[in-house]
């Protein structure tokens, strides 16, 4: 698949976890949550320490996810998308989209060998899906 086709595949999920969501919103990991918002997705924060963010309730891991989410954006640094990707593994979850920053070889490896739809070749949701501050 062309990246433009993974995409596509990413953003028809019926709804989407942030991985690494965070409460402040100057960090990339609230941009993404409120740009899924903007876009009117049903969005699901994933952070161990917050309850809420951006007026959604959290989940501590992806284990912990809804199964309607098929897709998950994660803004973790490579050495924990490596175990944010084991959990999407081991989740069943089919597209993973690794921000700028968040990528690791091993990850990626992982997911290829997994089947699941990847997308870490430095696309970044927040241009794709036309991100703007309130």
């Given at each position: 698949?062309?990246?433009?086709?993974r995409i596509?595949?990413?953003?028809?999920?019926?709804?989407?976890?942030?991985?690494g969501a965070?409460?402040?919103?100057?960090?990339?990991?609230?941009?993404?949550?409120?740009?899924?918002?903007?876009?009117?997705?049903?969005?699901?924060?994933?952070?161990?320490?917050?309850?809420?963010?951006?007026?959604?309730t959290c989940?501590?891991?992806?284990?912990?996810?809804?199964?309607?989410?098929?897709?998950?954006?994660?803004?973790?640094?490579?050495?924990?998308?490596?175990?944010?990707?084991?959990?999407?593994?081991?989740?069943?979850?089919?597209?993973?989209?690794?921000?700028?920053?968040?990528?690791?070889?091993?990850?990626?490896?992982?997911?290829?060998?997994?089947?699941?739809?990847?997308?870490?070749?430095?696309?970044?949701?927040?241009?794709?899906?036309?991100?703007?501050?309130?």
């Amino acid at each position: 698949m062309t990246v433009s086709e993974r995409i596509d595949t990413f953003l028809s999920a019926k709804a989407f976890g942030v991985v690494g969501a965070s409460s402040k919103r100057h960090k990339y990991g609230n941009k993404v949550l409120r740009c899924y918002q903007q876009n009117q997705y049903t969005v699901v924060p994933v952070n161990p320490v917050e309850k809420e963010i951006e007026g959604l309730t959290c989940v501590a891991t992806v284990n912990d996810l809804p199964d309607v989410v098929d897709s998950i954006s994660i803004i973790t640094p490579p050495q924990v998308t490596e175990k944010v990707v084991e959990q999407a593994i081991a989740k069943g979850i089919k597209n993973v989209w690794m921000q700028p920053g968040a990528e690791s070889a091993q990850a990626v490896e992982a997911c290829e060998e997994a089947g699941i739809n990847v997308i870490a070749d430095g696309s970044c949701v927040l241009v794709v899906m036309g991100y703007h501050e309130h």
